[in-house]
C-alpha cells in the first residue's frame, strides 16, 4: 500500500520538526518535503505533487489563505490547517474551510505528555482523512506511546435498549468529522426555525467550535450556538458540543439538557459521535433521530445502532455527497441506518420528522 506524501508548509523550522517527528511515527505517512514559505512550497509542488499538504495562516511573504486559494483554483490538493489561529476561533480558520481547506487544526500542544499523546492521534488521523478527500492505527515507534482506542463505555455505561421515554419532547442529535462543517450548513439552511431541539457533534478543536457555532447563528433563521453544561434542549435551538469536551444529553423529567464533561478520548475524539448518540439512545429512545454525516474513521456508527435500536429514526449521509464515506460507511456496515440521504434531502427529513 502505498503511503500517503505529505508536504509541510510552515515558516518556524521547529514546527516543521515537530509536525515531522509525529507524522513519521506512522508507517502510513511519508514526509516528502518541508517548505518555510508559499513559494517554495509551489516550487516543490512543480517537481512532485504530495497528497496531502499541512499548510500554516500566519507566514511571510504570503500569508497561507493567500497560497490556499491558489492550490484550490490551479491545482486542487487537500490541504490541512494546523495554525495557532484553530486555538482562538478566528475568522480567518473559517475561511480557510471557505476557502477549500479540508480541516483546521490547533498546532501540537506540547504542554504535558497526555496533550501531546492527543494531539499526535488527531494530527496523523486528520492526514489520513484528508488523503481520501473529495475536493470541492498509528503505528509503534520506540519511544511513542500509543494510546488505545477507546469506546464510549469510558463516559456511559451501555444499557439495554428498551428506554422508558418520560418526556414526549423529539431530540435530533446529529454527528460529523472531516467535511461536516460545510454539511452542517447545508442542512440548517433548509430546517425550519421552530424544528426539534438539535445537538451536534463536529470533530472540531477547542475554541473553533464558538466560532463555527456564532457563524452559522448569524447565517440562518435558527439559534445556533456552542452548548454550555446544563443548557436547556429547546425547540428551535441548535447545540453545537464544545472543541475538547464531551456533550451528553440528559433528563430531568421536564426538560431535556446537555451535560458537558472532560473525559479521554473515544474513537480518538473528543468530543466523541457515540457518547452523544448514547446519550440520546438510552433517555430518547423513539423520539430522537440520529444522524451521521461525512467524515473518516467510525465515530458513531455503534452509537447510531444504539439509537436504532432504542426505536430512533437513523439516517446515514450517503456516499455520493459525502466528502469522506468513513463514518457513514461503518453505520451502514452495521445496519445502523434506516435511511441512506443525500445531503440535500436530511433537512426535509429533519423537518418531516
Given at each position: 500500500m502505498d503511503k500517503i506524501k505529505v508536504l509541510i508548509v510552515d515558516d518556524s523550522s521547529l514546527v516543521r520538526q515537530a509536525i515531522s517527528s509525529i507524522l513519521e511515527t506512522d508507517k502510513e505517512i511519508e514526509i516528502i518535503g518541508k517548505a518555510s514559505n508559499p513559494y517554495e512550497a509551489a516550487?516543490?509542488?512543480?517537481?512532485?505533487?504530495?497528497?496531502?499538504i499541512t499548510l500554516d495562516i500566519e507566514m511571510p511573504k504570503?500569508?497561507?489563505?493567500?497560497?490556499?486559494?491558489?492550490?484550490?483554483?490551479?491545482?486542487?490538493?487537500?490541504?490541512?490547517?494546523?495554525?495557532?489561529?484553530?486555538?482562538?476561533?478566528?475568522?480567518?480558520?473559517?475561511?480557510?474551510?471557505?476557502?477549500g481547506a479540508v480541516e483546521v487544526i490547533a498546532k501540537p500542544q506540547m504542554v504535558s505528555q497526555h496533550i501531546f499523546n492527543d494531539s499526535k492521534i488527531m494530527l496523523c488521523d486528520v492526514i489520513k482523512a484528508a488523503s481520501k478527500a473529495r475536493l470541492k492505527r498509528i503505528a509503534p515507534s520506540k519511544g511513542i506511546i500509543v494510546e488505545p482506542k477507546l469506546s464510549a463505555d469510558v463516559m456511559l455505561t451501555k444499557k439495554s435498549p428498551k428506554v422508558n421515554v418520560i418526556n414526549s419532547e423529539k431530540i435530533i442529535a446529529i454527528g460529523a468529522s472531516t467535511g461536516g462543517t460545510e454539511a452542517i450548513a447545508s442542512i440548517l439552511k433548509d430546517i425550519n426555525s421552530n424544528c426539534s431541539g438539535i445537538l451536534i457533534v463536529q470533530h472540531m478543536p477547542e475554541?473553533?467550535?464558538?466560532?463555527?457555532?456564532?457563524?452559522?447563528?448569524e447565517l440562518y433563521n435558527i439559534e445556533v450556538k456552542e452548548a454550555v453544561n446544563g443548557e436547556i434542549v429547546t425547540k428551535g435551538k441548535v447545540l453545537i458540543a464544545p472543541g475538547n469536551k464531551h456533550m451528553m444529553l440528559k433528563?430531568?423529567?421536564?426538560?431535556?439538557?446537555?451535560?458537558?464533561?472532560?473525559?479521554?478520548?473515544?474513537?480518538?475524539?473528543?468530543?466523541?459521535?457515540d457518547v452523544l448518540f448514547r446519550s440520546?439512545?438510552?433517555?430518547?429512545?423513539?423520539?430522537?433521530?440520529?444522524?451521521?454525516?461525512?467524515?473518516?474513521?467510525?465515530?458513531?456508527?455503534?452509537g447510531l445502532l444504539e439509537m436504532r435500536e432504542a426505536g430512533a429514526q437513523t439516517i446515514?449521509?450517503?456516499?455520493?455527497?459525502?466528502?469522506?464515506?468513513?463514518?457513514?460507511?461503518?453505520?451502514?456496515?452495521?445496519?445502523?441506518?434506516?435511511k441512506i440521504s443525500p445531503l440535500s434531502l436530511i433537512g426535509i427529513h429533519i423537518n418531516n420528522f
Open positions: 516550487d516543490f509542488i512543480k517537481d512532485q505533487i504530495p497528497d496531502v504570503m500569508d497561507g489563505l493567500t497560497f490556499l486559494k491558489k492550490i484550490m483554483s490551479q491545482h486542487p490538493i487537500p490541504v490541512v490547517i494546523i495554525s495557532k489561529i484553530a486555538e482562538k476561533g478566528s475568522e480567518k480558520a473559517l475561511l480557510a474551510l471557505d476557502y475554541f473553533f467550535t464558538k466560532a463555527f457555532a456564532d457563524r452559522l447563528n433528563n430531568s423529567g421536564t426538560n431535556y439538557f446537555v451535560e458537558i464533561k472532560d473525559g479521554p478520548l473515544v474513537n480518538r475524539h473528543r468530543p466523541s459521535v440520546v439512545a438510552q433517555n430518547v429512545g423513539q423520539n430522537a433521530m440520529g444522524i451521521l454525516l461525512t467524515g473518516m474513521g467510525d465515530d458513531g456508527a455503534k446515514a449521509q450517503d456516499e455520493k455527497t459525502s466528502v469522506v464515506f468513513g463514518m457513514p460507511r461503518e453505520a451502514i456496515a452495521l445496519g445502523a441506518a434506516i
